[in-house]
Antibody, heavy 114, light 106 residues
């Protein structure tokens, strides 16, 4: 069955870099888009970006200058890296599959604080 | 960005029919999707491209609309439907989400 699971640090200091891994099973990353969505107290659900089945990426311009999405198909993993973190980046970060976001991971809570 | 506007909250009794609306600030064709989120859980896809029922979702859920006005209908509502419902458009860049409608049961 299709499963997605995010792993990452619970706490990150301001100005530092956030790294989250999404490990998937039950399907191939070369057949589906993979997207990142976050949910913050201030802005609710926000689409961050995606990596296409072919490996190219697109980002929300809100995050474009500090966000990177990549993958390792051999390990069935997708990666999110975002630098220059601020307290407003505190929230739950989700990976989700395909154009319609048909499957979501459980999410990882990230707190940005010193 | 395309702003999606939803009513903040609704309260209905079990067995009734409820319609949850989502209005877009500009046209999104039929590229509107609906999600259900229960406290402490990830969102779950209910309806994709305005009116298509996602796999495993009960037929009590249905969607309609095109352009700028969309509706998610639950008929009949059951106790387990207590949740927040979000719309999301994927026609315009960036894709955006509505603020959510919290559905409570009387």
């Amino acid at each position: 069955q299709v499963q997605l699971k995010e792993t990452g640090p619970g706490l990150v200091q301001p100005t530092q870099t956030l790294s989250i891994t999404c490990t998937v099973s039950g399907f191939s990353l070369t057949s589906y888009y993979m997207q990142w969505v976050r949910q913050t107290p201030g802005k609710g659900l926000e689409w961050m970006g995606f990596i296409r089945s072919g490996g190219s990426t697109e980002y929300n311009s809100e995050f474009k200058s500090r966000l990177s999405i990549s993958r390792d198909t051999s390990k069935n993993q997708v990666f999110l890296k975002m630098n220059s973190l601020k307290t407003e980046d505190t929230g739950v970060y989700y990976c989700a599959r395909d154009w319609e976001l048909d499957y979501w991971g459980q999410g990882v809570m990230v707190t940005v604080s010193s | 960005d395309t702003v999606l506007t939803q009513s903040p909250a609704l309260a209905v009794s079990p067995g009734e029919r409820v319609s949850i609306s989502c209005r877009a600030s500009e046209g999104v064709n039929s590229y509107m999707h609906w999600y259900q989120q229960k406290p402490g859980q990830q969102p779950k896809l209910l309806i994709y491209k305005a009116s298509n029922l996602a796999s495993g979702v009960p037929a009590r859920f249905s969607g309609s609309g095109s352009g700028t006005d969309f509706t998610l209908t639950i008929d009949p509502v059951e106790a387990d439907d207590t949740a927040t419902y979000f719309c999301q458009q994927s026609w315009n860049d960036p894709r955006t989400f509505g603020g959510g409608t919290k559905l409570e049961l009387k």
